[in-house]
């Protein structure tokens, strides 16, 4: 049991044993503590399972959390079974669900329900120990959709859980989304649609990969049947879902780029996060050229206003990559535009690697184009953030000492 719970690295476990001492006198030892375990266990009861030797932890009811642990004792009193009650080893993940409600729960990604069939393998290898699983496979073949019930169902086990969309996003912009979101409890972190090997968290965390082949050194199921896909009917939502990062968008953006503020994804779309509705594409009809002129309007509106509406602006992060790419090919002046309120986006909250990737990817289209006056603008930002050698200039916060020469 101890093996068990010290997958949580802020769980301090005293354990409060005596040979001579039956666990009827001793458990008040530990009411000074988050929670009390009490194991009943035929080297640790008392002579006879009556009130004489069990009243004070039948009468208890006092603030802190207790359970009861059968651990193979054949007498104690009946009246313990109407408190929390396990039975070891079959409750072993009830156990560790019991102790998680007794932590600090870092805030995460609350995952909705999906339905679906869960292999038992992500509970052995994910739940029960720390580990890195893969489920692979071609398209609708219902990875995703797996991995979203595995980690609605599984998330009773972990302070935390963390689903990052992945798709066509560079490494360096992953690896630094994971090493700025990931939270210090034991966090079951998901990675929707990974496409390159990435450096990934190692214990006490577990990390789950839908991806078309395994991408490290894990375990991995591959699902070979297909779903059916429900066929569509070419409306606006669909349209614009069609253009969104489809591993992870919010519903506010379709309603904007299809002009409908009460439409629903429909069968195009799965609900991925409760509360902040975030859906996750399931199918969409072929992109065309409106749309994406749409989303990349609606992308830059968000960006160029972000100091009013930053958390509306982040809500968009994850399109950027679609945007650029429609801005770069169609909209140059846009292009410029977006890149320039993103970057200061990123520079205000801290996140200088993010900055400083959008103003690079300016500067090469400029140079590609010839546009001089946006490689001076791009290269005169980036002097801001970048030293000589192209390494990224320490981040002053207000308050940091300036020293005048």
Not at 4 to 30: K, M, N, Y
Not at 299 to 317: D, I, L, P, S
Request: overall charge negative; hydrophobic content about 40%; some cysteine.
């Amino acid at each position: 049991m101890r093996a068990r719970l010290e997958h949580f690295p802020q769980l301090h476990i005293s354990s409060l044993a005596s040979d001579e001492v039956p666990v009827s006198e001793t458990w008040e030892e530990g009411l000074g503590s988050a929670g009390l375990l009490i194991l009943l266990h035929p080297n640790a009861m008392p002579p006879k399972p009556n009130r004489q030797y069990w009243g004070g932890l039948i009468d208890y009811e006092g603030p802190q959390p207790m359970a009861f642990v059968h651990c193979g004792a054949r007498e104690y009193p009946a009246a313990l079974e109407r408190r929390t009650f396990f039975r070891w080893p079959a409750d072993q993940r009830a156990i560790e669900r019991w102790v998680v409600k007794l932590m600090e729960r870092p805030a995460g990604t609350n995952v909705a329900p999906a339905t679906g069939v869960v292999s038992e393998d992500l509970w052995t290898s994910l739940v029960d120990r720390p580990g890195l699983f893969f489920l692979t496979g071609g398209p609708a073949t219902g990875k995703s959709r797996m991995a979203q019930a595995f980690a609605h169902a599984a998330r009773g086990h972990f302070q935390s859980m963390l689903w990052i969309g992945c798709g066509r996003r560079s490494t360096e912009a992953l690896e630094n989304e994971i090493a700025r979101r990931m939270p210090s409890g034991r966090t079951l972190l998901v990675l929707d649609d990974l496409r390159e090997p990435l450096t990934l968290p190692g214990a006490p965390h577990s990390v789950l990969v839908t991806s078309r082949e395994p991408l490290g050194e894990g375990e991995w199921l591959d699902l070979e049947d297909r779903y059916p896909l429900p066929s569509l009917a070419g409306t606006p939502m669909e349209q614009a879902i069609a253009v969104c990062f489809a591993p992870d968008f919010p519903l506010s953006l379709v309603r904007e780029i299809a002009n409908d503020g009460a439409a629903l994804p429909g069968e195009a779309a799965e609900l991925l996060e409760a509360g902040r509705d975030r859906y996750r594409a399931i199918v969409a009809p072929p992109l065309t050229q409106a749309v994406a002129a749409r989303h990349c309007d609606a992308v830059r509106y968000r960006f160029r206003h972000w100091r009013a509406q930053t958390e509306r602006c982040a809500e968009v992060e994850y399109e950027l990559e679609a945007a650029l790419a429609f801005a770069f090919t169609c909209q140059w002046e846009d292009a410029i535009d977006l890149c320039r309120a993103a970057s200061d986006y990123f520079a205000e909250a801290g996140r200088q690697p993010d900055g400083i990737a959008i103003l690079q990817r300016l500067l090469a289209e400029a140079e590609g184009r010839g546009d001089r006056a946006t490689i001076g603008v791009a290269k005169e930002k980036l002097s801001w953030v970048i030293d000589a050698e192209g390494e990224p200039l320490p981040v002053t916060h207000p308050g940091d000492q300036l020293f005048l020469f």
